[in-house]
């Protein structure tokens, strides 16, 4: 019998995200990133286009009867034959045996696969490498349940010779894995935000929980990586500028592993196919469950009710 649904989903997401990030790596070496500016503060690059093709048209192929939402509105008409993979990774294919019940017997119409094939454009182009990561995040009904963050960078400091990419993955009720969980210092309050998309709003969400150290880094899965890795307590974002396919996977991969992820008002977004894809609600991350509250009760009356999510 074949493995369950959800774990060919993610053993699939894993391999294609990998691929994608050689695609990204390759592109970068070319020198000619093709950048479009799709609006204010908003880039895409070849990288974004070719990558995203690479991971919708494997997932299509695989997964025919899936919900597939990318970033990237594209033509799938030219994809490279090369650029389609099959392949299913092995070690995810190995927890069959610990799938949690609800996971079980999910059924294709009722998933959305998000895909976000760059997170942290604007730091891409500035070669500020190590926070770009490929994001696939799989929802089934309106519940994120499992994500693949895939960081093609991870080691480029240590060297032209370095290995270079990681990948983490996570399932709501089974794990996370692919990184040492460490908990962040107990006596500070560090808290991770945007470095190119900053306001006034932003900053006084920031303020209003009196941190000890501020943390300015590009994407949300880099972001969420600090979480999950002890290097933040909190990821704050009080701003609408992020969408589904951005928050879906760390949100899996982070409550995988015992964090949370909100919008400043508490409320967890929803990722049905048929959602409004920007977050008005802004974000809300902890590394730790328990500390979610805490933030939230710092949040300023007037921004709270600025980012209520329509
Ligand atoms: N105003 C915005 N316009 C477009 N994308 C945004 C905006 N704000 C946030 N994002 C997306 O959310 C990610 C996290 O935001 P930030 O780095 O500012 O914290 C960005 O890398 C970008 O994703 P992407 O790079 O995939 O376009
Ligand atoms: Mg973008
Ligand atoms: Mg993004
Ligand atoms: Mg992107």
Redesign the pocket.
Known sequence: MSEPLILRLVASSVSVANMAGRIIRDILKTGDLGIVEK?L??LQTEADRNAQKCIVSSLMKAFPDVAIIG?ETLDYSDVNPDWITMDQDADVLKHAGSIPDDLKNISAKDICIWV?P?????EFTQGLLDHVTVLIGIAVKEKAVAGVIYQPYYNYQNGPQAELGRTIWGIVGLGAFGFEQVKPPAKERIIT?????MDGAVKGAIDACQPTKILRV???GH?VLLLIEGKAHAYL?A?P???KW?TCAPEAVLHAMGGKLTDVNGNFYQYHSGVKLRNDGGTLATCLFEDHPWYLSKMPEAIRCTLKSK
Request: proline residues 0%; aromatic residues 4%.
């Open positions: 609006g503060n908003d970033e976000d760059l997170d942290g454009t604007a935000t945007t470095r190119s998309h590009g994407g949300a972001k974002f701003s500028g992020c969408k951005d």
